[in-house]
Structures are given as C-alpha cells and as structure tokens.
C-alpha cells in the first residue's frame, strides 16, 4: 500500500489553475464570490489613532495574538449608554447597538486633517469636518448616530484648519458734504414725531375661542366665546437723528438719493373667509338649572346648540351672528332667542360702539325678523389699561356703559385673566342708576373657559341674576347651578 500511494502522482501539491478538468468538473458552474457587507471596514490603513487612549471611560485596548494582514490586530473597545463601537488605529470605526445584532449599526471612516464620513445601512449620512477643534466633550444622552460623531470629532481632534473668521463690519462711509452753495443750511429737528399709531397693526389678546382680533362691548349670553379684548399696541419705535456730524446727517436727510422701493410681489388672491375673517364654531351645552316658563316649576339640563360665527367687515367694523335652537320641545322660552347678533364699531383704540341683540326671534308672538333687527340696543365699552397682578399675570378690563343715555342702563366692568395657557377666567360687576335694576338684572356674571385644543373649548357661564348679599331682591338666582356648561367646536375653511 505505501508503494502504490508513493506511486501516484502528488495533485495536491498542484496549483488550482493546473489541477486536470474532467468532463465531469466542466458541468459545475462557478459561482462569482459574494460581495463584503457595506458595514465591512476597509484593509488596514495608516495609523491615525492611539488605541491605548481611552475615547470613553473604561474603554479598552484589545489585542489579537494571531496577526493578520487583512485586519487589524489592536483596536479600542468601549460601551455607553447601550451602545458599543470598536475603533482602529486607522480611525475606522463601528457602532454597535447591545442587543446582538449581527450587522454594523454605524460606521465611521476617518482621513486626518481632512473629514469624517458615518455611514449606515443606506449609504453616508453625515461627513464631519476637521476644523482644529479640541477634543469634544461626551454628550450628555448617547445615541448610535451621537457617539459616532463623538468618535470622529475625537479622531479629528486638532488636525484640519479652523474657519475663517466672519469679516469684521465695514464701518459706514461718511460722504463730503455737497459744496454747492446754499441760500440757507438747513438744520436737523432735534425730534422726528412717531408715526401714527392707527397705522400700527393691533395684536389681539384672544380672550375668546373664536374670533381672533374682533371685540364687543360685552359677551353674548348666548355666544359667550365671541368676542376679544384687544391691548394697548405697540409704542412705535422713536429715531433720533444722528447729531455726531452736523455733515452726515444733512446726508441722512437730503433727498439726493432716493431709496429704490423693492418690488412687491403680487398678492395672492384671498378667498371671502380670509378676507373677512371669518370663524365659526358649533356650541352645544345646557344649562344646568331654570325655571319652567309654563308652570314655574324648576328644572334641569336646558339643552341648547348654536352655529355662531364672526366677521370683520373692515378695520373698524365687525360682526358676530348666531342661530340657536332647543331641541327639546317646550324648552324655549318666550324671551329665548332664535339668533342673536352684534355690530361692533371700534371708535378708537379704547372705545367700541356696540349694537346688539340677544333675544331676536324668526317668528313669535309679537315679533318677526324684521322687527327683531330694529330691536337692538346701543352700548359703549371702553377699554382700560392692563392691571399687572401677582405671579407675572395680568387682567385686561373694560368698562360699559348703555347709549345713547347711560343714566338708562347699567354700568358694567369686566375683567378677564388667563389662569395658564388654557384655562381663562372672566368677572363683569354692574353697577345701576336708581330705579333701574329690574329683578331680573344680575349684580354680577362669571364666566371660565379651558381651551382643550386649537378646535375644541369647554365653557362655563353663569349670566343668571346673581346679587350680592346686600341686595338679595325678590328672586335672587340660584348660584352656581343658575349656569350653563357647553362644549365650541371651532370650524376651519
């Protein structure tokens, strides 16, 4: 047996590619070899990094006993917050996330002096420059895509060119005064007025859900999120000429050069609802307790649904209207509306002119569309400084009065404060001349919203007659159940 192995020929000491082919091999196709995974490193490149230096702490040199030209044999291994990397002297790198996975979840390619690229699955997602920066300090929460970026900020750490300074400013040129000869010099003012502040656009203070910047003289009992209080607005800026150079400020204000206008661009056509600003919303709630008209019995849960929606007809004058209706029958009072609307003027900054009506009616004993739009009545409401209050509040107050004789109605002030971003309160007191309170007329209302979203508020509002200990009259109200609660849509066209 050994002479006849020493007799065959020695085919494995042969080089593949002169191995003898059978007819048999020559039927085997030969697969082309798979290509590396695109998280797989490069070969080894120049050395870039010490390894024994710890990018994070406990970080650890490993080296391997049995070198290979195809790998490194030392890199650095760390792990923080989940995430492990390896990091090759070459500044190569690979971010792993603790969780066994097979696959490279970050990969880093590094050239001193140059940049880094961080690649993933999908290809190259972020190069970070060499720019001479120390090394960086270890951000405070860790991701896979953060701590690959630590490492190659900390593989780049002061090679790279730092950015260029952003220029110093041009101080401005001062031009020669013209030596043309003049009859008379003329000389700056030492003011320049402020422009007129109705030029300045108002910024609403939204006490309401609805209707942004429109504001009434007092809420609809009805309606109540319909209107707004506005603020005092912004003082306008003062310029004061420049009184360093009697020459440059003739400059400033001569007319030689006159500034070329930019060109505007043509306005987008606006459609009726952004033109007139309108808004809208769908109310339903119920009050909690009343009186039956019928048989004078008391009570509960008067259920009421109103569309209402507001409008600004133009700068000064704005409208809000509502349809309401019960749906139970007989629910309906005869001095319950059918729709309710107001007219708001702004006079003035301060002072509005309102003519409204909160009891009209489409058809009823009495009363009829037609007569219902001349049955309105006339009210001021003048707008008082804000009124600063602890914990960096403040309440925004007006005070009403009846026209065009306001001996003839009551007197009101009402306050509204935003409690948080969106729970908001609001207080009217009346005050009324002799004789006129009714036993009806309330001494106080209160209402309080809670803005669930930008679309949906909850209300409650109590507009019953509510009196003040000292003046109970006849039928005082029945407190806080005298109230009603109701949920606003708001609709968006």
């Known amino acids: 047996m050994a002479g006849l192995f020493a007799s065959l020929p020695p ?13 048999e091999d020559s039927r085997i196709t030969v697969m082309a070899p798979s290509p590396p995974l695109a998280w797989h490193l490069d070969l080894p490149d120049d050395v870039i990094v010490k390894t024994d230096d710890p990018a994070v702490p406990e970080a650890e040199e490993i080296l391997t006993d049995t070198p290979n030209v195809f790998a490194w044999s030392r890199a650095q291994s760390g792990n923080i917050g989940g995430w492990t990397y390896r990091l090759f002297p070459d500044g190569s790198a690979i971010v792993l996330a603790d969780n066994n996975r097979a696959s490279g979840e970050y990969m880093l390619r590094c050239t001193l002096a140059e940049s880094c690229e961080i690649s993933s699955e999908a290809g190259v997602i972020m190069t970070v420059p060499a720019i001479g920066a120390p090394k960086p300090d270890l951000p405070a929460d860790i991701t896979g895509l953060l701590l690959a970026e630590y490492l190659a900020k900390w593989v780049l750490a002061g090679s790279g060119t730092p ?30 007025p402020p422009e007129d502040a109705e030029s300045l656009p108002a910024q609403a203070d939204t006490v309401a859900f609805l209707s942004g910047d429109i504001d009434c003289a007092e809420p609809d009992p009805y309606y109540p999120d319909a209107c ?31 500034a070329t206008p930019a060109p505007k661009e043509p306005a987008e056509p606006k459609t009726l609802a952004e033109r007139f600003r309108l808004s809208c919303s769908i109310t339903t709630g119920a009050g909690l307790q009343y009186v039956d008209h019928t048989n004078q019995d008391t009570k509960y849960g008067k259920l009421r649904v109103s569309l209402g ?10 409208m809000n209207m509502a349809l309401v209706h ?6 309906q009072a ?34 009829n569309i037609v007569s219902s739009l001349f049955d309105g009545s006339f009210r001021g409401s003048y707008k008082l400084p804000a009124i600063s209050l602890p914990m960096d509040k403040s309440a925004a107050c007006s005070i009403g009065f009846g026209l065009p004789n306001p001996t003839n109605e009551s ?4 306050c509204s404060v935003a409690l948080t971003e969106k729970l908001r309160v609001g207080l009217t ?45 006849s039928s005082p109200g029945p407190g806080v159940l005298g109230g009603s609660v109701s949920m606003s849509y708001k609709l968006v066209f």
């Open 334 to 367: 005869p001095w319950d509306p059918d729709f309710t609307y107001s007219f708001n003027y702004k006079a003035t900054d301060n002072l509005s002119i309102s003519y409204s009506s909160y009891s009209a009616r489409f058809s009823s004993e009495g009363a």
């Open 11 to 23: 085919a494995f000491a042969l080089p593949f590619d002169v191995l003898p082919v059978t007819e």
């Open 411 to 414: 007197f009101s002030l009402g």
């Open 429 to 473: 007191t009346y005050l009324y001349p002799p004789d006129v309170q009714e036993s009806w007329n309330p001494d106080y209302t209160y209402t309080a919203s809670y803005r669930v979203n930008d679309k949906i508020q909850l209300n409650y509002s109590n507009y019953s007659s509510s009196r003040w200990p000292w003046n109970r009259g």
């Open 228 to 258: 707004t209080l506005l603020p005092n607005p912004p003082a306008p800026a003062i310029v004061t000429p420049l009184k360093d150079n009697p020459a440059r400020v003739r400059q400033e204000i001569s007319p030689a050069q006159p």
């Open 309 to 318: 929606c507001s409008a600004r007809l133009n700068d000064r004058l704005s």
């Open 163 to 192: 950015p260029e300074p952003p220029p110093a400013p041009l101080a401005p040129a001062i031009s020669e005064p013209d030596v043309q000869p003049a009859p008379e010099e003329r000389q700056p003012e030492p003011d320049i």
């Open 326 to 331: 019960f749906p139970l029958s007989g629910q």
